[in-house]
């Protein structure tokens, strides 16, 4: 039986075919970083799955990182990336964890590939991992963007306002990220169907509930998108992008008498969740709702809920009734 050769292009730095010595593998020289980082994007998108926006974060880091060690970041030592974290101090401790999960998956991945024998990423910084509480809209500022949208319906219903309540409607009724919302096919949304099927970060489907309300206000959307339009929400040669959303939520909040540092298609996001826990919704049912791969992502809604919470045992404990009288 003939043996067939492998003809796959080598990475830098990787074991050629055939048996090899056992001496580790030589660092990758200083240019090799283009092709390496390249190659890591590679494997990112089809073994991981991971989304445009995610790939688009690493490639930012991994070449700002690159550029910063003068072209040497796959051959960096540990001095040198003790050197980076030193150059991310004036960044905030989110940014300095982002760069260095990504550095460290980067460096994971050429130890995998046998480009380097060693993995120096132990040196990188690990800020803590203090999360922000959501910034959320509370039911009145709900109420007074819904009633903006109901005016300027009643006032003409222009096809921009039409679709902007489409656009709020699946924000704050399903929980969709704004990457989610603008890319929805033409026939996403069903008549018959009161959910979406969507597939989100790392490449992870779920099934997202409809509203009534949406449905009828993407079904008055609908009729007027062109028959021929792949998208749902069509914007040239494409769909509507993530900037122009933000933009228009800003524009139609100011109307509402919502600050425009109060509203974004993630705060929708964020007053959706929030208020389905005050509704009494299941943490789990949220987490899978929002297509949250850790339900710990999904517990922050917890804190921002805190004085629900906080109501809930003060009158559901069973110790309640047995408090000394007077106290």
């Known amino acids: 039986m003939t043996a067939v050769a492998d003809t796959r292009p080598k990475l830098p730095g990787s074991a050629a075919a055939g048996p090899q010595p056992s001496s580790p593998a030589r660092l990758p020289e200083p240019g090799d970083d283009r092709q390496l980082i390249g190659a890591f994007l590679e494997m990112m998108a089809a073994e991981a799955g991971a989304a445009a926006n995610t790939l688009a974060a690493y490639e930012r880091d991994l070449r700002g990182a690159s550029e910063t060690l003068g072209g040497g970041l796959a051959a960096a030592s540990a001095e040198g990336l003790k050197g980076l974290g030193e150059a991310w101090l004036p960044f905030k401790r989110a940014t300095v964890a982002r760069k260095a999960a990504a550095l460290r998956r980067f460096f994971g991945f050429l130890a995998d590939e046998k480009i380097r024998s060693d993995d120096p990423s132990a040196a990188l910084p690990r800020p803590g991992t203090e999360r922000p509480l959501p910034k959320i809209l509370d039911h009145a500022a709900v109420n007074a963007l819904f009633a903006e949208l109901e005016r300027r319906r009643r006032e ?5 306002d039409l679709r902007l309540a489409a656009l709020v409607e ?33 490449g992870r489907e779920r099934l997202v509930p409809i509203s009534d309300r ?16 792949l998208w749902l929400f069509p914007s040239g040669k494409g769909h509507l992008t993530r900037v122009r959303l933000y933009q228009l939520l800003k524009e139609v909040g100011a109307e509402a008498g919502i600050p425009p540092d109060r509203i974004s298609p993630h705060v929708l996001r964020h007053a959706f969740a929030t208020h389905l826990l005050e509704g009494g919704a299941d943490l789990r049912a949220l987490q899978l709702l929002l297509g949250h791969a850790d339900i710990a992502t999904t517990q922050i809604y917890t804190h921002v809920d805190s004085r629900r919470l906080v109501e809930l045992v003060n009158s559901r404990h069973p110790l309640v009734d047995a408090r000394p009288k007077g106290a």
């Open 214 to 229: 949406a449905q009828a206000a993407v079904a008055e959307w609908t009729a007027l998108v062109p028959r021929a339009s």
């Open 170 to 202: 699946l924000l704050y009724g399903s929980g969709l990220r704004a990457t989610e919302l603008v890319s929805l096919p033409r026939h996403a949304v069903q008549p018959d169907k009161p959910y979406l099927i969507l597939k989100g970060k790392g």
């Open 156 to 160: 003409g219903g222009a096809a921009a």
